[in-house]
C-alpha cells in the first residue's frame, strides 16, 4: 500500500491539523514515522478528536490563522518541511451562507497564502492541496465528475472550493511549471463527504445523529434523499499519502488534480446512512423534517475516481457497511468504554484499515 518508510523521519505541515480529518492525518503520519507540524486554529469543536486524542504529544502545534499571510509565510520558512498538507478550510455548507466573507477568505485565501510559501520556500517540497468534490459545478447528473470538467458552485462553499482550484492552477503554471529544478512540486485533491469516528461538527449527518442518541433524541433529518459520495475518513487520507509519495517519485504529476471517492455504485441516500448507523445504538429515531432545510445544496453528486486507480494505483477499499460499522463501532467506544485510549483507538482502525488494503491489493 505504502513504502513503510517513505515518510520516516520526514518533516510535514499539516494545516487544519485540529479538525478531523486533520487530526486522522497526523495519527496516520506519525504511524508512518514522520515529524509532524500544525497550523490551524483551536479545535473547531468540543469535544474534539485532537483533544480527546492528546494530538499535542504527537505534533508540534502552532496557533496560526490561515488568512494571515506573513505569519504563514514565516512558519513554513522556519519549519522547512518535505512535504505540506494543505487541509485548512471552512468545511460546511450551510455556515458559508451565514459566514460568506469568512468562508471566502479562509477557502481561498489561506490557499493562496499556503502556495506562496510554497513559492518562497528554498528547498524540495511537496504539496497537495486538498479542496472538495464540490468545487464542480453540479448539473445534478448520473455520472461521476471528473478531474477536467467545469469547476464551479452557487454557494459560496462550492464557489470558494472551485476559486481555490482556480488559484492552484495559476500558481503551478505561473510559478511552478518551468522549475527546472523541479524543488517544488503541487497537486490538488478533491474528496467528497467523509464519515468516520471523532467527527463533531454540527449540521452533518452522523454527529448529528450520535450527538441526539446519545441524549435519547430523535435526530431531525433535513435532505434524506439526498445522495453523497459518503466515505470513511480513511479513504481520502489514504489518498492524499499514496498521491504525495507518488508525486515525489514522478515530478510529472505536478500540477494535476485527483478525485478520491467511494465507488460508482455507493449510491446511498442520507436515510440510508442513518438506518445502518442507528442498528448499534439503542433509542435511536429519527425525524423526517425537509420542510427546516433553509440552505440549498446539490441532491445528486459522485466523483469519477479512474485517475487515481490509473496513475496512482489507489481505488477505495471498504464497503457500505463496513464503512458504516467502523464508525458507528467508533463512537460506541468513546461513549460506553470509560477506560478508553482515544490515540490507540484510533491507530487500531488504521491498521484495520491498512489490512484491508493489502488483502484487495
Known amino acids: 500500500m505504502f513504502n513503510a518508510n517513505f515518510f520516516l523521519n520526514k518533516k ?9 480529518k486533520g487530526s486522522w492525518l497526523s495519527i496516520w503520519l506519525d504511524l508512518l514515522g514522520a515529524k509532524i507540524y500544525g497550523l490551524a486554529l483551536e479545535p473547531p ?43 485548512a478550510a471552512q468545511p460546511l455548507v450551510q455556515l ?61 462553499y462550492s464557489a470558494s472550493k472551485g476559486s481555490a482550484e482556480l488559484a492552484f492552477n495559476s500558481y503551478y503554471k505561473s510559478f511552478f511549471s518551468s522549475n527546472s529544478d523541479n524543488k517544488i ?4 485533491a478533491r474528496a467528497g463527504n467523509v464519515i468516520g469516528g471523532g467527527d463533531w461538527a454540527d449540521n452533518r449527518i452522523v454527529p448529528d445523529c450520535i450527538k441526539a442518541w446519545t441524549s435519547k433524541k430523535p435526530v431531525d433529518i433535513k435532505s434524506p434523499k439526498s445522495t453523497r ?40 441516500q442520507v436515510i440510508e446512512i442513518v438506518k445502518e448507523l442507528s442498528k448499534k445504538w439503542e433509542d435511536s429515531s429519527w425525524i423526517i423534517n425537509e420542510k427546516n432545510n433553509l440552505y440549498a445544496e446539490s441532491k445528486l ?3 469519477n475516481c479512474d485517475k487515481a486507480f490509473s496513475l496512482l494505483n489507489w ?30 483507538k484510533c491507530k487500531k482502525q488504521i491498521e484495520e484499515f491498512m489490512n484491508f488494503k493489502k488483502l484487495n491489493n
Open 12 to 20: 510535514v505541515l499539516i494545516t487544519g491539523n485540529t479538525g478531523f
Open 229 to 268: 459520495p459518503f466515505q470513511h475518513v480513511l479513504e481520502p487520507l489514504s489518498g492524499y499519502i499514496k498521491l504525495a509519495e507518488r508525486l515525489n517519485l514522478n515530478n510529472e504529476l505536478s500540477g494535476q488534480s485527483f478525485n478520491f471517492g467511494p465507488p460508482n455504485n455507493f449510491n446511498y
Open 96 to 156: 458559508s451562507y451565514l459566514r460568506p466573507v469568512e468562508t471566502w477568505k479562509t477557502n481561498v485565501i489561506g490557499t493562496i497564502n499556503i502556495l506562496e510559501s510554497l513559492k518562497l520556500l528554498d528547498k524540495k517540497c511537496i504539496g497537495i492541496i486538498i479542496t472538495s468534490d464540490k468545487c464542480y459545478e453540479n448539473q445534478e447528473w448520473e455520472w461521476g465528475y471528473r478531474e477536467n470538467d467545469l469547476l464551479g458552485g452557487s454557494d459560496p
Open 301 to 303: 453528486l459522485k466523483l
Open 45 to 87: 469543536t468540543k469535544p474534539s478528536l485532537f483533544d480527546k486524542a492528546n494530538l499535542s504529544r504527537i505534533i508540534d502545534n502552532n496557533i496560526v490563522d490561515i488568512k494571515d499571510t506573513d505569519k504563514v509565510i514565516q512558519l513554513v520558512q522556519s519549519i522547512e518541511p518535505d512535504y505540506i498538507f494543505h487541509l
Open 315 to 344: 481505488e477505495p477499499t471498504l464497503d457500505f457497511k463496513t464503512t458504516i460499522s467502523m464508525t458507528s463501532d467508533w463512537y460506541y467506544s468513546f461513549y460506553n468504554k470509560k477506560d478508553l485510549n482515544v490515540l490507540e
Open 185 to 188: 512540486n503541487i497537486c490538488s
